[in-house]
T-cell receptor
């Protein structure tokens, strides 16, 4: 079983819909990051979380440390939000290594 | 301020050869991390450097090595290339000394094809 699981793997939605992408992990973590990767490969860091909730524009990220779960929400989705969204956790132990989820491929239809 | 740059952007090598990839971080950033991305395995962590010191290393064979220079620029080297090394190699820089607590800025990547 992967230490970081994302769901769904693929998501197609209509423009304007509210989107939720989930990330569950099985290890103790010091931080969780959400990344966005557009076709062509460029990766942008969206959020860095260790507790609670963060908001940036139409994007909201939450984390529940006790339940080992994080969600990324997109409100009023737009075709330009089409990308792969990747959850990454930093393990809380001596090595603090980063582990990535497999990503969620989001396609927003106009 | 210029972003993270990686050279070359594309590279084709044959099995058994070696390759060196270069990463120039954002000016002022002292931490550089390297990642490998393949369709099958997704993103995997290779190395993390801070102030010329390797702080962390992923689970890759010894054929994968790297270093960081005093100007924070970093290189990674892969010797005795195998077909499975074909991947997108990404570099990311951050301001602080720990990638876990800092925003990482990613370069465009080097796409390596091994024939």
């Amino acid at each position: 079983k992967n230490e970081v699981e994302q769901s769904p793997q693929n998501l197609t939605a209509q423009e304007g819909e509210f989107i939720t992408i989930n990330c569950s992990y099985s290890v103790g973590i010091s931080a969780l990051h959400w990344l966005q990767q557009h076709p062509g490969g460029g990766i942008v860091s969206l959020f860095m979380l260790s507790s609670g909730k963060k908001k940036h524009g139409r994007l909201i990220a939450t984390i529940n440390i006790q339940e080992k779960h994080s969600s990324l929400h997109i409100t009023a989705s737009h075709p330009r939000d089409s990308a792969v969204y990747i959850c990454a956790v930093f393990r809380m132990n001596r090595d603090d290594k980063i582990i990535f989820g497999k990503g969620t491929r989001l396609h927003i239809l106009p | 301020k210029a972003g993270v740059t990686q050279t070359p952007r594309y590279l084709i090598k044959t099995r058994g050869q070696q390759v060196t990839l270069s990463c120039s971080p954002i000016s002022g950033h002292r931490s550089v991390s390297w990642y490998q991305q393949t369709p099958g395995q997704g993103l995997q962590f290779l190395f993390e450097y801070f102030s010329e010191t390797q702080r962390n290393k992923g689970n890759f064979p010894g054929r994968f090595s790297g270093r960081q220079f005093s100007n924070s620029r970093s290189e990674m080297n892969v010797s005795t290339l195998e077909l499975g090394d074909s991947a997108l190699y990404l570099c990311a820089s951050s301001l602080g000394d720990r990638a876990s607590t800092d925003t990482q800025y990613f370069g465009p990547g080097t796409r390596l094809t091994v024939l």
